[in-house]
């Protein structure tokens, strides 16, 4: 199957206003704009709502509580437009269930509903942080194992590291979305990433999407690294 790897430019800051010249200053130069946590609890969902009006917006708030808050907590959404949200896989089937009927309920017209992603095993995380959580499976099983659970449970797609693209592939088949940051160009700090890949390795696995923050917003000048790594992607 040939798919197109798409960059989602990770806006973590706690400005609007850096949020805003960076939107500006990017025009087509990447897909789509990722706003989460650091953006959302500083500005408010309606800076959210500003910031990425008339752009593909992935609203990474990786939710996980129990079914009910989960559930009311996506339907509150419905005046922001995500076309990507996130639970974590961690919360289990019952969750990850709900979580895709609230949003059915929602956002009505399948078209506009935004796509759930199951986070599996955060990219900052490698075998020696799953087990001081207790978790004795390497991440690639880890992966395999919540990202099976996530799918089944109804979840439309992945957030996962590079490195677990083929596996779940050779699982899950074509259909679900897999969203893939710890992306880092050659040569690039890993900063806080343990599992990570180059853009060209991630479009060649078969990527749906990378998510790449700081290389880009931390560049002397994102507009080019933006565009380096659109490049990238375009001859991967
Ligand atoms: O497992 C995960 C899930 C989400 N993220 C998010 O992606 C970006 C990556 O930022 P970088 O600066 O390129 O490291 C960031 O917004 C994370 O919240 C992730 O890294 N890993």
């Given at each position: 199957m040939t798919r197109r790897t798409r960059l989602i430019a990770a806006l973590d800051t706690q400005s609007r206003d850096q949020?805003?010249?960076?939107?500006?200053?990017?025009?087509?130069?990447?897909?789509?704009?990722?706003?989460?946590?650091?953006?959302?609890?500083?500005?408010?969902f309606d800076a959210v709502k500003t910031v990425s009006a008339g752009r593909t917006l992935f609203l990474?708030?990786?939710?996980?509580?129990?079914?009910?808050?989960?559930?009311?907590?996506?339907?509150?959404?419905?005046?922001?437009?995500?076309?990507?949200?996130?639970?974590?896989?961690?919360?289990?089937?019952?969750?990850?269930s709900r979580a895709k009927e609230a949003l059915q309920e929602a956002f009505p017209d399948a078209l506009r509903r935004p796509k759930l992603l199951a986070v599996t095993v955060l990219t900052s995380m490698d075998?020696?942080?799953?087990?001081e959580i207790g978790v004795s499976a390497s991440p690639q099983e880890q992966v395999l194992r919540l990202g099976k659970l996530a799918i089944?449970?109804?979840?439309?797609?992945?957030?996962?590291?590079?490195?677990?693209?083929?596996?779940?592939?050779d699982a899950l088949g074509d259909a679900p979305e897999l969203v893939v940051p710890g992306i880092r160009p050659a040569g690039s700090a890993s900063d806080d990433q343990k599992r990570i890949m180059t853009p060209?390795?991630?479009?060649q696995a078969g990527a749906d999407w990378i998510v790449v923050g700081r290389p880009i917003t931390r560049a002397a000048n994102p507009v080019h690294?933006?565009?380096a790594i659109m490049e990238e992607l375009a001859t991967a």
């Open positions: 949020a805003e010249a960076w939107v500006s200053a990017f025009g087509s130069d990447v897909d789509a704009i990722k706003l989460g946590l650091e953006f959302t609890y500083s500005c408010g990474d708030l990786k939710l996980h509580d129990i079914p009910n808050t989960v559930a009311h907590g996506l339907k509150s959404l419905a005046h922001v437009q995500p076309a990507l949200t996130t639970i974590h896989a961690a919360g289990g089937t019952e969750m990850i075998a020696a942080g799953l087990s089944r449970a109804g979840a439309d797609g992945l957030v996962c590291s590079a490195k677990e693209i083929a596996p779940l592939r060209t390795e991630a479009a690294a933006a565009r």
